[in-house]
């Protein structure tokens, strides 16, 4: 799960961080206020969730709070790679002297965190990864351990050579890290991490993504769960518990298992067909789960025929035929639907379909080239 | 003669008195595999259905009954705790079934494993098959044949289809393990080609990838450094949009790396053959046979 902006930087504040202060506004009204409240100059920074907010005007200085009116206006409302900005933040400004990285990720090989510093910040650090990869240091934490002084003196001392700003950097990664491990985040990432000409150092952005397994302890966290940045399919897919990714195809899928999903989607493709969604309904396949992953499916106009791709294994293909027969009567819906079933009794299930007006398919190849057809 | 589960087995299910745990219990007891007991806190002293007799301690549990392996599928809150519970109790093999464990518990729970002498097979894994011998998972059985073809992935019921397909057309397996689908799993890609290029009873591996990480680059890599066992490959995900979730934990493109043409072109840049279809695996390993 993505965090807001305005919500990473509230936690980084609770754990220590040098955050300047800012005020978030729903209306740009508020914007003149916020600004004289807060003492120019100011930054306008519009609250979407996806990355390149500044390049596409969505970050705008502001030097008197008329200004900052001025420019909210201009932010509010505006379309960022597909999403209408509805909140806007205001925060203080700070004079830049040098901007850093610093960033703490999942280290899927070493199987512990991992924090990444830079002194190119303010760019995307993908970049600097793949043009100047000198320019990044990559320091592994044993979570059992923890930080240590010797890794936090050898990244601030790789950031600057001022012996009061390594110190506050040093503060600022231990802070970043114990907030990364403190909210089941799978990033915590300041960009820029800022040195200013007075010699302080300010986190003048935020970005944390959970990780969703951690939520059920996080309720604090999981409460601050934006759905803007979501297709609504999306987000009532995720409240029904099912997993699903919209994309622009016409064949719908239901399928159980994340990979069997993603195979299936490959297929279609590889017949000349384009999917129109990822969506695993997971190991059980009752009635309830087939009829809310239809609902889900149904809402893309887009699609023109639906397969069901199950490989039974244990559970009984039968109860699974008899279920998908339940929940399709339960629909209003003509889209030809395809099924296959594979596992424990599926003969049985066959013979259940053929009663009806599914089209039953024996394998995945020959489902998905019904459903391409049925599409057509 | 197989890896990681065989006739040697001695399984202890954790969290047996659970609806996952207590059927899939009857389902590795149908299959053949030794469940010489199960441990669920506070249900010590009673005996399943199934006669398997269940400790509150997976330390009783393994004293009495000189069991070597676990299965847990205690749910996600509590599983990082029964997996630490295994590795102190002494057990040489963990196979975590459950789905959905916060990642900041797995990478406490991965080193204290490796430091006990441990192995995590999982999380969120369908589990390990020898078949014929052993099976200790939520696999279904009947769907595998004993053979020389290892199989190891990432997935669950996409390796039941591939594995579906290799049986039908008279091609058994060695063993079959599914390393689990979260981007931090304990036995990976790279340990399970080590096992399998030790095992005499392997001649072919099925490497099933899917998007996210780089193991299967590195897995090709070794494959390129001279790897004693042919190879065919199948990675799921090609259509996968980048920056989306795509059920697993781990199968996610971040940042342009860990798409499913990457895998493919180092696998391939190795000499392996990658399948365009589940079915197609079985053609490539007709050919390596």
Not at chain 1, 165 to 182: N, T
Request: glycine content about 12%.
């Amino acid at each position: 799960m993505k965090l807001q902006e305005v919500d990473s930087r509230g936690i980084f504040s609770g754990y220590g961080l040098p955050v300047p202060e800012s005020i978030l506004i729903t209306d740009p009204a508020e914007a003149g206020a916020a600004a004289k409240k807060l003492g120019c100059p100011v930054v306008v920074k519009a609250q979407v969730l996806v990355g390149g907010r500044g390049k596409a005007g969505g970050v705008k200085l502001a030097n008197t709070p008329e200004e900052a009116a001025e420019k909210a206006e201009k932010i509010y409302g505006m379309d960022i790679k597909g999403l209408k900005v509805q909140k806007v933040l205001i925060a203080k400004a700070v004079d830049i002297e040098r901007e850093f990285y610093v960033g703490v990720v999942i280290d899927r090989s070493s199987r512990m965190p991992l924090i990444m510093v830079s002194p190119a910040g303010g760019v995307d650090i993908e970049t600097v990864a793949s043009e100047n990869p000198e320019k990044i240091l990559k320091t592994v934490i044993d979570p059992a351990v923890g930080i240590l002084p010797f890794q936090l003196r050898g990244m601030a001392g790789f950031l600057s050579d001022d012996k009061e700003v390594k110190k506050q950097i040093a503060k600022a990664i231990s802070a970043l890290y114990q907030a990364f491990m403190g909210v089941d985040a799978s990033l915590a990432e300041i960009n820029p991490l800022v040195e200013s000409p007075d010699g302080k150092v300010w986190a003048i952005d935020a970005k944390i993504n959970i990780d969703d397994s951690g939520l059920y302890r996080q309720k604090k966290i999981a409460a601050m769960r934006d759905t803007s940045a979501e297709a609504e399919a999306e987000t009532q897919a995720r409240e029904e518990s099912l997993s699903f990714v919209k994309l622009d195809g016409n064949v719908g899928c239901i399928v159980n298992g994340a990979g069997l999903a993603m195979a299936t989607m490959d297929m279609i493709k590889h017949y000349g067909a384009e999917p129109a969604n990822f969506l695993d309904i997971g190991g059980s396949s009752s009635p309830e789960k087939v009829l809310a992953a239809l609902n889900i499916i149904l809402r893309d106009e887009n699609v023109k025929s639906i397969l069901i791709n199950i490989f039974g294994g244990i559970t009984r293909c039968d109860d699974v035929a008899n279920g998908i027969i339940e929940a399709r009567k339960k629909m209003d819906m003509d889209l030809p639907m395809v099924v296959r079933l594979t596992g424990t009794n599926s003969e049985k299930a066959m013979e259940i379909l053929a009663d009806t007006d599914l089209i039953a398919a024996s394998s995945m190849e020959e489902g998905v080239k019904k459903a391409i057809e049925a599409a057509k | 003669m197989s890896i990681l589960v065989d006739e040697n087995t001695r399984l202890i299910v954790q969290g047996i008195t659970g609806r996952d745990g207590a059927f899939h219990a009857a389902q590795m007891i149908e299959y053949g595999t030794e469940v010489v007991g199960g441990v669920t806190p506070g249900k010590g002293g009673m005996t399943t259905d199934s006669g398997v007799p269940v400790f509150d301690t997976m330390e009783e549990a393994v004293r009495e009954t000189g069991a070597n392996t676990s299965v847990v599928y205690v749910p996600a809150p509590f599983a990082a705790d029964a997996v630490f519970e295994a590795c102190d109790a002494g057990v040489e093999l963990v196979v975590c079934i459950t789905e959905g464990i916060p990642v900041a518990d797995m990478i406490k729970v991965l080193p204290y494993a490796e430091r006990r002498g441990t192995r995590v097979v999982g999380p969120n894994s369908p589990g390990v098959i020898s078949p014929g011998s052993a099976k200790v998972g939520i696999m279904p059985g009947s769907i595998h044949r004993k053979g020389n073809v290892g199989v190891v992935s990432r997935s669950g019921t996409l390796t039941y289809e591939i594995v579906y397909h290799l049986s039908e057309n008279g091609f058994g397996q060695s063993t079959c393990i599914g390393i689990g689908g979260d981007p931090v799993v304990g036995t990976n890609l790279l340990d399970t080609m080590e096992l399998f290029a030790e095992d005499d009873q392997t001649e072919i591996v099925v490497l099933i990838g899917e998007i996210g990480g780089n193991d299967e680059e590195k897995a090709a890599e070794i494959i390129k450094g001279g790897y004693p066992r042919k190879v065919a490959g199948f990675i799921a995900g090609r259509t996968a949009p980048p920056g989306k979730r795509m059920g697993h934990a781990g199968a996610i493109v971040t940042g342009g790396s860990g798409t499913a043409a990457d895998k493919i072109k180092a696998l391939n840049d190795a000499g392996v053959r990658v399948a365009d279809t589940p079915a197609q695996i079985v053609d490539i390993v007709k050919d390596l046979a």
